[in-house]
């Protein structure tokens, strides 16, 4: 949630890093443990679930926080449920390979899960545009009344 002070921004960025974080952890830990009573039965699937809320959470925002730029709450929304999708569906193809079946139904997870967090980050890269473009934006702050980040300018 975003705030107009720079503290109330950095507090967001801090939990939503640190939530995908511990996602991150417990993904692992998750594959790790669950390798281990596989039977020596392995998918990476299941080993490199944790590359989801890694590679779509905790760099991206990391890299945002640093360089200060706004981000909407809406396309975030959409960031963290397609990461979510495509986490719980690496976890569910996981461990249908190491029972030894598929299931087609699963596509639904990747196709769902990359279109979702597509839209998050065509959202946000849109809207991050608009504001540099049209308006010579050097801060956002959120708009409570909006719901979504505003410009100001210099």
Same mark, same amino acid.
């Given at each position: ?18 939530? !995908? ?12 443990? !669950? ?12 080993? #490199?679930?944790?590359?989801? *809320? ?5 760099? *991206?925002?990391? +890299? ?5 730029? *706004? ?15 495509? &986490? ?7 461990? /249908?390979?190491? #029972?030894?079946?598929?299931? *087609? /139904? ?15 980050? /065509?959202?946000?890269? +849109? ?6 473009? &049209? ?20």
């Amino acid at each position: 949630m975003f705030t107009s002070d720079k503290s109330g921004s950095e507090k967001m960025y801090t939990a939503v890093i640190g939530g !995908y974080l511990a996602a991150t952890v417990f993904c692992a830990l998750f594959g790790a443990v !669950y390798e281990c009573f596989s039977h020596e039965v392995y998918s990476y699937f299941m080993i #490199y679930a944790f590359a989801f *809320p890694l590679m779509l959470g905790v760099v *991206p925002f990391f +890299l945002i926080r640093r360089a200060g730029w *706004p981000f909407p709450y809406r396309a975030a929304a959409l960031i963290h449920a397609g990461a979510a999708a495509l &986490t719980v569906g690496s976890i569910v193809q996981g461990i /249908l390979a190491i #029972y030894g079946t598929e299931n *087609p /139904l699963t596509a639904v997870y990747w196709i769902s899960g990359a279109a979702i967090s597509a839209a998050g980050w /065509l959202t946000a890269g +849109l809207r991050l545009c608009a504001c540099f473009v &049209t308006e010579n934006v050097v801060s956002c702050q959120k708009n409570v009344q909006e719901g979504e980040a505003s410009c100001r300018m210099r």
